[in-house]
């Protein structure tokens, strides 16, 4: 039985993908690499986000998410997470909009734009659980896409 992982997303099988890994046997977060090459804009009033694909769709168990987070040294480099912590819910895998595929919502605060480049590590992964209340009345429904499928 599968209990949570990464794998590559549909139509990114063959372009390089590199599964995520924790940096050393004590590390909480697996290490998110673009999937491609992407300039980051330098923020300004108005400026919408960058999307930066990851070419990965994660699963896990019924009762865990799995949170995006920045790492600390994307921050030195000017790297936001637009929605600060993006927190990725268990049924998003294999939805059928995008089949899972998860990206990094990013700005950029520093005065230079920003090149990402294929590889890079831009943010990682911590998979956690979850608790609901006593009188929980979720919704029944099923996603059927990404970003902003719940509104």
């Known amino acids: 039985m599968k209990l949570r992982g990464f794998e590559i997303a549909k139509g990114w ?4 993908i590199n599964l995520p890994k924790r ?3 004590h590390s909480a977060g697996y290490d998110i690499e673009a999937a491609e090459d992407v300039t980051v804009p330098v923020f300004q009033v108005g400026t919408r986000p960058t999307f930066i694909p990851t070419g990965l769709k994660a699963y896990c168990q019924p009762d865990e ?3 995006v987070i920045n790492r ?4 030195g480099k000017g790297i936001v ?6 927190i990725i819910d268990a049924d998003y895998y294999n939805n059928t909009n995008n089949d ?6 990013v700005f950029n605060v520093s005065d230079q734009p920003l090149e990402i480049h ?4 831009i943010a990682q992964v911590i998979f956690q659980k979850f608790l609901t209340v006593d009188n929980d009345m979720a919704g029944e429904g099923v996603r059927q896409g990404g970003w902003g499928s719940t509104d």
């Open 13 to 16: 099988e063959d372009k390089g």
């Open 23 to 25: 940096a050393t046997k």
């Open 65 to 67: 998410f799995y949170s």
């Open 72 to 75: 600390s040294s994307g921050a």
């Open 81 to 86: 997470l637009a929605n600060g912590l993006g």
């Open 100 to 105: 899972g595929h998860f990206q990094v919502l």
């Open 118 to 121: 294929k590889g890079d590590r």
